[in-house]
């Protein structure tokens, strides 16, 4: 409690171990049902150059599945910077949850800081740790800054986010180059306009 009797926020831990969430993976099954998947559709494995191919299968899915464990390294705000710090084009791969076909693009995640700062790379740690596994881009935009808003406990975070959906531009519709945008504005970033108008100034997107 401050002096003014004010609740302060407890600041969050210098490093906090972010771990690999696994569900449960059987890879030996996973490479028989993917040999199977493809036996059913007609897509025979017996040359040499497809014999591995459900290894491969199994392999990358699990691959895009498995985010890395990072710590989220923070540091006090010891200069009290008040302004946005905006990591812009962060590079994004996902997989989306309805056809398990890739979605790629780029996100741009910012936040005003509050008592501590972020080590800059765990914002793009944060986008892979949501990233790789089933996702609606709607959902990992939401959680990516939720998560920083919950762990920092910044003045605001802002999460933009461009991707192609393979699903809708090389399948199904085929809406070649269509581009989908998300958003997330918390705090300062979604109630107050200035703030707003510097975040989207700063990752280039019109306003
Ligand atoms: N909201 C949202 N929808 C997504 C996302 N990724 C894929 N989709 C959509 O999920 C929907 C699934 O719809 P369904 O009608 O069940 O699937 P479908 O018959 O293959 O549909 P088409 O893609 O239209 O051929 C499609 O409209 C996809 O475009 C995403 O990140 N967010
Ligand atoms: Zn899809």
């Not at 025979?44 to 985010?67: G, I, K, N, V």
């Not at 090389?170 to 958003?183: D, I, K």
Request: charged share 20%; aromatic share 6%; with cysteine.
């Amino acid at each position: 409690m401050a002096a003014d009797g004010a609740q302060t926020p407890a600041p969050a831990p210098a490093a906090l171990r972010v771990a690999h969430e696994p569900q449960g993976t059987d890879l030996e099954a996973a490479e028989l049902a993917a040999a199977q998947f493809l036996r059913a559709l007609g897509v025979s494995t017996d040359s040499e150059s497809l014999r591995d191919t459900p290894r491969r299968m199994t392999h990358a899915y699990a691959e895009l599945f498995s985010p890395r464990p990072f710590d989220l390294t923070t540091f006090p705000n010891d200069e009290g910077y008040d302004e946005l710090v905006l990591a812009r084009g962060i590079p994004l791969r996902s997989v989306c949850e309805h056809h398990l076909m890739p979605f790629v693009g780029t996100a741009h995640i910012g936040y005003l800081p509050g008592q501590r700062i972020l080590g800059l790379s765990k914002l793009a740690r944060v986008l892979e740790h949501f990233a790789f596994r089933p996702q609606v881009q709607e959902r990992l935009t939401k959680q990516v800054a939720d998560w920083l808003q919950h762990q920092l406990e910044p003045k605001g975070v802002g999460v933009v986010i461009q991707a192609e959906h393979t699903c809708m531009t090389l399948r199904g519709v085929q809406a070649t180059g269509t581009a989908t945008m998300t958003s997330t504005l918390l705090g300062l970033l979604r109630t107050d306009a200035r703030s707003r108008s510097k975040f989207l100034a700063l990752t280039g997107l019109p306003r």
